[in-house]
């Protein structure tokens, strides 16, 4: 994923922005990391952005893209971005999601791949797992905080995705489970 981002062009003083999107449990965090973890290696200076830190708690996905458009847009200006971040905890916002100027911005959660971004973004990928797959690493990874959620989380985020049509816009598709080679568009 890297080497393709890496790849596209580029208008200074603009990051490539890296969108890593799919449903809940899918794999986008871990691949995250394994860019971040990448192109650090490579001296690249990045930053690593969570939709989980910009939807207003389990209801919060259709007001998510408007914050990371507007959290992006004055990054790819070369200055920094902010919005508020959700505590999940506390169930309010606290604190704020911070991106300085950076070379690379990976964004990974369901929203990412979102059509305000389409004049941001380098390269969207859409990673795919089965649901049983998904609902497993979901819960493993969230709890009982979780698992009353999830269907209504994911009648949320097919809503969401069929009226971006996420999956037909990626560059590259992506098996969450690691079965299959990426799929470049």
């Known amino acids: 994923m890297l080497d393709l981002a890496l790849a ?3 208008e200074a003083p603009a990051p490539r922005v890296l969108a890593l999107d799919g449903r809940s449990g899918s794999g986008k965090t871990v691949l995250a990391d394994r860019v971040v973890a990448a192109a650090t290696d490579r ?3 990045t930053a690593l952005v969570h939709m989980d830190d ?3 708690g ?8 408007p914050r990371l458009a507007g959290l992006l847009a ?3 200006e ?6 508020p971040r959700w505590d999940w905890h506390a169930g309010t916002w606290q604190g704020e999601v911070v991106v300085p100027p950076v070379d690379l911005v990976v964004v990974e959660g369901v929203g990412s791949g979102t059509r305000l971004l389409d004049g941001l973004r380098t390269l969207l990928v859409w990673l795919e797992a089965p649901v049983p797959v ?3 690493r979901g819960l493993a990874r969230d709890g009982d905080a979780f698992a009353p959620w999830w269907d209504a989380w994911a009648a949320a985020e097919e809503a969401h995705l069929a009226a971006e049509d996420t999956t ?5 598709l992506v098996d969450g489970t690691g079965s299959a080679a990426p799929v470049v568009r």
């Open 134 to 136: 998904r609902r497993e």
């Open 58 to 65: 389990w209801e919060g996905l259709p007001g998510s893209a």
């Open 74 to 76: 004055p990054v790819a």
């Open 78 to 83: 070369g200055r920094t971005g902010t919005c």
């Open 54 to 56: 910009l939807y207003e």
């Open 8 to 10: 596209r062009p580029l």
């Open 168 to 172: 037909a816009r990626a560059d590259v």
């Open 43 to 45: 001296g690249l200076r």
